[in-house]
């Protein structure tokens, strides 16, 4: 079946570091979704990307989406204390469900 | 942003109890929603599709006589639990499908983390 694949499953950084996690689907998406979960707390959508190359940017967040649409990344420049978190990607599947992947453990040491 | 709310946020039960989890959407209609299960340090597993007005659709070894699933009315999914065990204790969340135009975004309820003792 479809998976979604994420890597690396934890980094830890010191606090003005960047961080990358990085998502690859075994198929073609039509749009991928990010969201972050905080510690004891609930995933929270992040932004959705649905075009082959798109790039976005919410502060010192930048998405990118994949020229072929089976990869995405996010990365996180001088990252602060604030964005200790999992970060999951999550691609649609028919029905409108969603496959996220295993999830990106950021800590952030000050 | 649209709210999805859940209730209870914390429940402890003995072993062999139902446990009822309510999930709605406080400020939209939601013809689809969805639960999932995450143990901890892992992924969300999703579990089952809860469907307004017709039978809810579940993923590949869930138990639907074990995870009933209720979606009564646009704003309003019900998870239970039957005859819970230790090994069902976990964290369930649901999620609410809110579609605009190309966008389809799950926006997710605060989760239940279920003891069963």
């Known amino acids: 079946g479809q998976q979604v694949m994420q890597i690396p499953q934890y980094q830890h950084v010191q606090e003005g570091e960047d961080f990358t996690t990085y998502c690859n689907s075994s198929?073609?998406?039509?749009?991928i979704q990010w969201y972050k979960q905080r510690p004891g707390g609930h995933p929270v959508f992040l932004i959705q990307l649905v075009k082959s190359g798109e790039v976005k940017k919410q502060k010192r967040l930048t998405f990118q989406f994949g020229e072929a649409k089976k990869n995405s990344s996010l990365h996180i420049t001088a990252t602060q204390t604030t964005d200790v978190g999992t970060y999951f990607c999550?691609?649609?599947?028919?029905?409108?469900?969603?496959?996220f992947g295993q999830g990106t453990e950021l800590s952030v040491k000050p | 942003g649209a709210v999805v709310s859940q209730h209870p946020s914390r429940v402890i039960c003995k072993s062999g109890t139902s446990v009822k989890i309510e999930c709605r959407s406080l400020d939209f209609q939601a013809t689809t929603m969805f639960w999932y299960r995450q143990f901890p340090k892992q992924s969300l597993m999703l579990m089952a599709t809860s469907n307004e007005g017709s039978k809810a659709t579940y993923e590949q070894g869930v138990e639907k006589d074990k995870f009933l699933i209720n979606h009564a009315s646009l704003t309003l999914s019900t998870l239970t639990v039957t005859s819970a065990h230790p090994e069902d204790s976990s964290f369930y969340i649901c999620?609410?499908?809110?579609?605009?135009?190309?966008?389809?975004?799950?926006?997710f309820g605060p989760g239940t983390r279920l003891t069963v003792l």
């Open positions: 198929t073609t998406l039509s749009n």
């Open positions: 999550a691609g649609p599947v028919q029905g409108g469900k969603l496959i």
């Open positions: 999620s609410a499908r809110l579609i605009s135009g190309v966008y389809n975004e799950q926006f």
